[in-house]
């Protein structure tokens, strides 16, 4: 078994080497999990809810995550 501060750790460093990864624009795939991603997002007017007024949404890079297949039958195990 593992114990919870060396999970903490690795944790913690897997997601330091994620984080550096994306920042230089690189792609981590980890087979059968998933990859992640920078997803560039257009431009484009989106609505203030609490004044109805339009307000205009600068394009932007953020982090995303696409899901590999064993992860996808688990979602597909659970919605059924």
């Not at 919870?4 to 990864?21: G, Y």
């Not at 795939?29 to 609505?47: D, H, L, Q, T």
Request: no cysteine; glycine share 4%.
């Amino acid at each position: 078994s593992i114990r919870k501060k060396d999970a903490e750790a690795f944790l913690n460093a897997f997601i330091e080497v994620v984080k550096e990864a994306l920042a230089k624009g690189e792609k981590i795939e980890i087979r059968n999990f998933g990859a992640f991603y920078m997803k560039e997002k257009a431009k484009r007017v989106a609505r203030n809810p609490r004044t109805g007024k339009k307000v205009k949404v600068p394009a932007k890079i953020s982090p995303s995550f696409k899901p590999g297949k064993n992860l996808k039958a688990v979602e597909k195990v659970i919605s059924q």
